[in-house]
């Protein structure tokens, strides 16, 4: 039995509902500078509309929670538990996934109405939360945190298809990531200890805790540059099929690959179309928006190669580590699988991680699209080696001499 | 040379304007009840969004009206010309059609504020049009006509894919169509005219008129009803490939087509998606939402045929017969070609109509869609034999005996 | 009713076992440059093996003759049926056609024996052949002739799928076209007959014969050449979007056409791949080899425009019409359908022409490839707007002044 | 620097070329039961014609081999090089991989004539061979022995398209297995050695021998039966996705999965088309044909789990594990990376295995389809999880309790 872990005494329901007050509101916050139009489009089958992102975050509260927990609740409307399931079987039928475009109705208002109806009737269960209920909400609530991060990424790519290039906020700011060139940290040979052991939440396919062999490596302190990347394309790293893995040159090819996505040729340089709208690409910035297999080409091009996850993990605690988290997701060399003695959670939330362990590599850290807060050593984020749209990067590793 | 026919005594500039004012407020009143989130999407391919179909007819009377015609006339923003083509390669590169439905930007209000700025500038120039570019005009109000009709066939089929199934109008009043069995009107043989001829308005692929032979031949003096298509359907008639055209048998097969488009099977009987809603279906209407592979298929299994394009237009002056326009566009068996003569218009506009002439059958009549006045006995209408979102319905025909 | 019609005076049976023999030897014949590998594959759904054309051919007979008309014949292998059924939706089920290159079994020697024992039984049927029978041993023998042209059309394209350009007969001798430039031959208005009305054998899609208005016109004596082409080509022809049907310049795009189907550019030249190899492009000869899309264009490029099938057949009868037949099939702008009146044929045969009566545009005259006295003026050849890998040509009409 | 390893002594060429021998002789007896027509067929773009395998196998040794070190060697072909390269970017472009059975020509028989001018030259080069080029031969034989299973993987499959259903070799002889239930080896926890670390040859993707982390767990000692797997199909497995992996889900419903590949349903049970031809399915027998997605549900379904290809490795080695080999390839929940250290092979060949370690998950064992002596238990076989054209089986697993 796996159940879901809890973050601080069981009982306590002061601090759960100030943090629900308080992860609803950012949700809310990210979406408002969205027109209820810029919420509603699907700009391809694995991005999903904002308003969707919102809907969807509440129908967990209202599934996992509500229905089973608060006497006497009314469902805002019995139609939405179609809409907005994403993919639990356990919980029903459910909208096709690339379909989720064509809903203009209900409309986005109707999509605050609803996250309005739950918080109310969320603020009444969390009065009086069963314990048992404690870690779901915890669960919800994080849940709605990967969301935040989608809603982004997506709204990105979103705009990025309209000509105009639109910004999602004028006003962005970049964080400032650890520049100049990469030390490497000495990772040293032995058995190490990886996963999540404590007591705060974690998901479940960060445990259990367990050992693993750690052959000795060394591992750079900060991430590779967009400066790094114009040496590879200059190099003629897009062009060159011995840098790349069988199936990442058959993407390049197929899609037309000559730089990370989101960067646009202009007479004057390369610019980078950011949250912030269209902009000068900074050299000095760690490089985002690339795939696995563009990664797995540079370290080859570089002389080195990805990180495993276990070494990232290990390394992630030596002094000297930055920017694990708040710039990008870092892509491991690393197989999205189970640990040993993996077993998903009981219940209907046991589909939420478990059934995705085929055909994705590992990313490590956060980005900053990642909220403040969520992420921890111990997270595994995974996408298809070929995914772009997320904010991906890339730190090097290399074998001990 | 052919240039485009105007209505009326050319310099006479009094009731364009009228005209002009009149149409323009009608596709206002067509979208009024779409939200901007409705107006956004494009739910395939073939589609427009309904706030794109308002965008490019203004966009066409600000590229082959305003700029050429107007001293001084200001664009209200240069990227529009990208944004709005549709398809004129004159007139410079476009945005992708699949791609209309990402333009969540601009929204709504501005595409409001485009077409006042337009219409103010629509105004200046109707006071004063040069004679020449009159013709202009009533081709920019006939296009804009024609999105209308557009605007509904798609919004109806963007609405279809929403599993709520919201009504558009849920006060929308069906067109009445003449029902009871069809009596057949003979045709005789003999040299007959069609195409335009007279100094009314015209697309330049109704023209010249010219002489053409017609076999004898009967054709009902009404559409066939859902009532037939019904016992079509009772009868194996989508199961039976002896039925179909090969290409036909295959696009049902791949599709699954086992009813019209919009018809859904419920428990108590079929309904039928209006542009008021789901309602149940009515029997004595007519058929609508038919691709011309249906129809054919229908008319063999009835042991009759279509129409051709001729033996239509010269029917359709026969005392008795109904409902030509009004209801929905009629399959012919006739191949959308130009006519032996025609002359594309000159300019820009020559690619109108004349770069579709391949891989569409023409339609002919006029729909509960089509604008009051639009259309005419001569008019072409043409669709691809696969196409069923469009107020598609059938006329039978058969040889004289 | 519309029974095939015979040649000659029904009963006669001795010119018929001739001529039987003459055909199947023929197809033999054709057949023999290609080893059993070459037999065996298909370079795309469109095309068929030549092995399956020498067997698909052997079951219309056995299928349409001797199991209705030989008492006592026995199958050759009841498996068959499924095998080389073409399309025959009454004749039962069948292999998928884009899966006819998969039959490795039987080998090429087994479809040898299947023919001889078919051709036995029919030299029995012969001999005392029921004068009703004898349309259907003629119209199998005009299907072989139909697939003679097939089987060199396919092995074409089978062969220049091999980067080793393979010969198809290394002595093959093109035919000697008109050349020098065309003169325009004038066609008067008026009411004109065309489709087959004499006592020889012809399609069903060929009758009835019919009247059909002609609009006056002028129609070239030859067809275009090579070093037409190269000019249409100099002159952007391939990269000029005004010149094109919107979808004749997609599929330019998609497929990425600089010049017909089996042309090669080498540094000396423009080479041609044939039914004899690799050679030499012949400037006088005329081109072939390109789609409806590319004749069409042309045609625009050149002032001219394409003749209807109607327009052909009639100027096939006058003076100074060359190369009608023996170069290449010429488009025409005539969408295949249905003759007013058309009946098709009784029985399972009926599903010979009449099911492909759309999105096919018709060809008239004859290739290098079709069979000597096989077609005739009103015979009707069709194939999408797209194809490509027939000897197709063109031949260009104008308006009369 | 990783250069390939060899077997023996270096320097002692006698067996070396009886071996040689051996190896290209069995290919060729392989290949005896087919026909030209059968070698020539590639039946989907992960499959390879017959004829294709014999080529490339012996452009290997030209490549490789003969054109570096055996002076005045003359290449048989110079356009076989283009023709029969499969992947590698260092050895000049090739023709496109879902092309080959577009190649009846070279006929087989030219292949055959190419063979024997190989062989021919390699005797010469055997008789005198450098030291340095000794692990290339021994490669080269491996490469043979790794296609000599795919032609026979290959070739059930193209066979399997035809509705005939012929068979390989009617005499085929299926290999025994144990049967009966299964029990559980226990595996201890702690470091263990995998990896190859001898003198005998090795691919680069085997090294370099590494101490990995063992969790304590129970393997079986035997595979999973058809009995098993028709148990999994009466409980609704191919119908349950809860059972399943997301992507397994979407591929089981995508492609229609009711039964491993191969199986066929009759009236009277099911059979199973083998090189022996359409077969009662053992009941007793290993199941196989099936994807690593399936394998995977089966698992869950059962309650137990994959073995990680580490486990399978050092459990291999305990008493009482039966049929690693000589059955079935055994997937394991190992995603194919490179192990700690990897570098690959010096040279051309360096593209040999690592250019693929994306998107594959690793099986372990052999089949029966495997040449006897070729794996090993440290040999990495890998496909992607949906492929089921291979002799792929399911040994279970379980955590310790
Ligand atoms: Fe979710
Ligand atoms: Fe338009
Ligand atoms: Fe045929
Ligand atoms: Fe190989």
Redesign the interface.
Known sequence: MNLIQTRGPAGSTAPIEARYAAVRARTEALAAPL???????Q?MPDASPAKWHRAHTTWFFETFLLIPNLAGYRRFDE?FG??FNS?Y??AGPR?ARP?R????????EAVTAYRAHVDAAMAELLRDLPPEARPLVELGLQHEEQHQELLLTDILH??S????L?AYDPDWQEPRAATGPARFLDLPEG?AEIGHGGSGFAFDNETPR????I?G?RIADRLVSNADWLAFMADGGYRS??L?????WAACAAEGWEAPMHWHRREDGWMQFTPGGLRPLERAAPVRHIS??EA?AFARWAGK?LPTEMEWEVAAALPGFRDAAGIGWQWT???Y??Y??FRPWEGAVG?YNG?????Q?VLRGGSLATPPGHARPSYRNFFP?GARWQFSALRLAE?AA
Not at 101 to 108: C, D, E, H, I, V
Not at 244 to 248: A, N, V
Not at 355 to 359: L, P, R
């Open positions: 027109s209820a139009e810029d919420q509603c489009i700009s139609r179609f809409l993919y079987e356990a909208h379909q475009g064509m809903l203009t109705r209900p409309p986005a979103a705009l298809q309209n000509p105009l639109p058995v367990h050992r693993t062999w052959t490596c099929p011995m790349w893995m069988s199936d990442g696995w297999y797995e190669r060399n690393s197989a699988l189970p040993p003695g589909e059934k995705f362990m085929i055909n590599m080696p074998d």
